[in-house]
């Protein structure tokens, strides 16, 4: 089975736009989370989907923001770019909001 | 926010020795504990998890030892290879009711394996 998918790979945007990351999950999987990883440190918890539904979100400004379609893919939306919004943005999979989560290979973000 | 204390920051050890990380938590909700292992360049990849229902758990040359009184736990790499060089991420989860339903994670130990 394919893995979670993610795309673009690599992003390079100016600050002020806005942008517009995808994710698949693993076949079967109805939960997608979403983080942001800054060069040199763990994982952020940005969002968390189920069904469709935001089952929780993290510390993050209403510049950033989700969903989740009906095949249970999703996409995060990043408006008005700082530069402190390079980083890795990670999807992670799992059965549902309590299970295993299996990262995709991330967007590498770019802010100029 | 709660935090996940990660030590060391970084590791060297000898091919075929015991590699051990350690983690800290502070947020009593948790009660899922992974570890994950990220090459450059790549996603995060789920080694190992346990639950504080068992203090230990072993899959293979890993090992998550867990002591819940002291709301720590440690990664042990046994007969660790150079493969094995990596940075490894510990992380909790909330169970039902413990706040927002994201893993928080540690910051991080750079391993390396010298042949």
């Known amino acids: 089975d394919a893995g979670v998918t993610q795309s673009p790979t690599h992003l390079i945007k100016t600050r002020g736009q806005q942008v517009t990351l995808r994710c698949s999950p693993i076949?079967?999987?109805?939960?997608v989370s979403w983080y942001q990883q800054v060069l040199g440190q763990g994982p952020q918890f940005i969002f968390q989907y189920y069904e469709k539904e935001e089952r929780g979100r993290g510390n993050f400004p209403d510049r950033f923001s989700a969903r989740q379609f009906p095949n249970y893919s999703s996409e995060l939306n990043v408006n008005a770019l700082l530069l402190g919004d390079s980083a890795l943005y990670l999807c992670?999979?799992?059965?549902?909001?309590?299970?295993?989560?299996?990262f995709g290979p991330g967007t590498r973000l770019t802010v100029t | 926010q709660q935090q996940v204390k990660q030590s060391p920051q970084s590791l060297i050890v000898q091919k075929g020795g015991i590699s051990i990380i350690n983690c800290a938590y502070e947020?009593?909700?948790?009660?899922?504990f992974p570890w994950y292992q990220q090459f450059p360049g790549k996603g995060p990849a789920l080694l190992i998890a346990?639950?504080?229902?068992?203090s230990e758990k072993k899959e293979g040359r890993f090992t998550i030892s867990f002591n819940k009184s002291a709301k720590q736990f440690s990664l042990h790499i046994m007969d660790s290879q150079p493969g094995d060089s990596a940075t490894y991420f510990c992380?909790?989860?909330?169970?039902?009711?413990?706040?927002?339903?994201?893993?928080?994670f540690g910051k991080g130990t750079h391993l390396i394996i010298q042949p």
């Open positions: 992670a999979s799992s059965l549902t909001f309590k299970n295993e989560q299996y």
């Open positions: 992380a909790g989860l909330p169970g039902s009711g413990g706040g927002a339903d994201g893993l928080t």
């Open positions: 076949s079967g999987h109805k939960s």
């Open positions: 947020n009593t909700a948790f009660d899922y």
């Open positions: 346990i639950r504080p229902d068992v």
